[in-house]
T-cell receptor
Framework: QKEVEQDPGPLSVPEGAIVSLNCTYS??????FMWYRQYSRKGPELLMY????GNKEDGRFTAQVDKSSKYISLFIRDSQPSDSATYLC?????????FGKGNQVVVIP | GAVVSQHPSWVICKSGTSVKIECRSL??????MFWYRQFPKQSLMLMAT?????????EQGVEKDKFLINHASLTLSTLTVTSAHPEDSSFYIC?????FGVGLAVEAFFGQGTRLTVV
């Protein structure tokens, strides 16, 4: 089993829809959880990070962590064409950081 | 947030030549930087950890003689791909550690990436 599993997609949604992304992980040592957005041919940019189980909201973005199930999610409300990108989950702990493969999202106008 | 600048953003070189990629932290000092490689539709693969003033730590399977890393100052790390071959063509990304510990994101800021094409 890979340390971090993320379905690479791609995922196409109409503008205004809710985008739902998720990752699972196997390493219980992971303590903090992040979502990055990566546009084509660019470096990833940090979208959200959270340390504990539960929900964290930032504008149209909600990150959800369930440590008991080793499952994290990212929701994008009222999706816009500018949200079209690859979204990578990442998990850190014990001075390590592991990334998911990334999920390509396309928001269709 | 902190800014990490990577240069060049793309480079084409002939097989057998060497290419240097620079990673700079613009508004903070980075004692540790990380170099990643990313293939199309693949995850970021950590290549090495660059420590200011000391030797880099390479991940298993990464040739240290081929991918030379120098971290001579607190704001600059360089990756040199020596004797590049077409299979070295990839997207290389650096990142800098800006915080660590409980509640802080580690390696939160990335450079823009460098697309290397070896012909």
């Amino acid at each position: 089993q890979k340390e971090v599993e993320q379905d690479p997609g791609p995922l196409s949604v109409p503008e205004g829809a809710i985008v739902s992304l998720n990752c699972t992980y196997s390493n219980s040592a992971f303590q903090y959880f992040m979502w990055y957005r990566q546009y084509s041919r660019k470096g990833p940019e940090l979208l959200m990070y959270t340390y504990s189980s539960g929900n964290k909201e930032d504008g149209r973005f909600t990150a959800q962590v369930d440590k008991s199930s080793k499952y994290i999610s990212l929701f994008i409300r009222d999706s816009q064409p500018s949200d079209s990108a690859t979204y990578l989950c990442a998990m850190g702990g014990n001075n390590r950081l592991a990334f998911g493969k990334g999920n390509q999202v396309v928001v269709i106008p | 947030g902190a800014v990490v600048s990577q240069h060049p953003s793309w480079v084409i070189c002939k097989s057998g030549t060497s290419v240097k990629i620079e990673c700079r932290s613009l508004d903070f000092q980075a004692t540790t930087m990380f170099w990643y490689r990313q293939f199309p539709k693949q995850s970021l693969m950590l290549m090495a950890t660059s420590n200011e003033g000391s030797k880099a730590t390479y991940e298993q399977g990464v040739e240290k003689d081929k991918f030379l890393i120098n971290h001579a100052s607190l704001t600059l790390s360089t990756l040199t791909v020596t004797s590049a071959h077409p299979e070295d063509s990839s997207f290389y990304i650096c990142s800098a550690r800006v915080g660590f510990g409980v509640g802080l994101a580690v390696e939160a800021f990335f450079g823009q990436g460098t697309r290397l094409t070896v012909v």
